[in-house]
Every structure is written in C-alpha cells, then in structure tokens.
C-alpha cells in the first residue's frame, strides 16, 4: 500500500519559516509528479507548488510565490517545502499529494496518492 508521510508541521511565528517533508513509500517514486496542496476547514484543498518528476520543473500559487521552494530527492524518496516569510493566512493543513502524469498537477483531482496533511499555524 502506498504512503505518503508528511513531516515538519507546526506553530510558528509571522515572518518565520518552516521545512516540510514528505516521504514516500512502495511507489516507484521518479514517475510520479509530487505537489503540496493546502486547505482550511470549510475551504477546498487549493495547489502550493508542485515539481516534475525529475525536479527539473516546479511550479507555484501566486500567493505563495516567491517565499515557497519545493525540491525531491529520488534517490531518498523525499519531497520537501521549504517556507520562509510565513503569513497568518498560510494558516493551513499542509498535504503531499502524488500524480501519474507527465506535467505537474495543480488540481487536487489528477493527484492519485495522498498524505494525512500535517497542520501549520503561524500565529503570533
């Protein structure tokens, strides 16, 4: 059964910065497209950034642009967001989310496999 594990999760200040993690398991994780997805209670699960198979490509949501970085290692199974300049409003529960598809998936429909979401709170 596959798994996705997301990892790194947690209270953070305005302004500060979070790391999180996603590990994969019994995938064979270089043809999946990996993204990070987010959704508040009551919201729909909206993109944050996605990367191709080979992390030659990655993508991002404009509100989130520019303060995100997503990168994988395919030979460790990981994708990881890097998020600096943290608002309320990125107030979220954070998913890793994979897709059989050849360019990166920005709608929550085309991603096959799906983490338990891991909460980030950025409050003061």
């Known amino acids: 059964q596959v798994q996705l594990a997301e990892s790194g999760g947690g209270l953070v200040q305005p302004g500060g910065s979070l790391r999180l993690s996603c590990a994969a398991s019994?995938?064979?994780?270089?043809?999946?497209?990996m993204a990070w997805f987010r959704q508040a209670p009551g919201k729909e699960r909206e993109f944050v950034g996605g990367i191709s198979r080979f992390g030659d490509q990655t993508s991002y949501a404009d509100s989130v642009k520019g303060r995100v970085s997503i990168s994988r290692d395919n030979a460790k199974n990981t994708v990881t967001l890097q998020m600096n300049s943290l608002k309320p409003e990125d107030t979220d529960v954070y998913y890793c989310?994979?897709?059989?598809?050849?360019?990166?998936?920005?709608?929550?429909?085309?991603?096959?496999?799906w983490g338990q979401g891991t909460q980030v709170t950025v409050s003061s």
């Open positions: 019994r995938l064979t994780f270089n043809i999946y497209v």
């Open positions: 989310a994979a897709a059989a598809s050849s360019v990166i998936a920005t709608t929550p429909r085309r991603s096959v496999y």
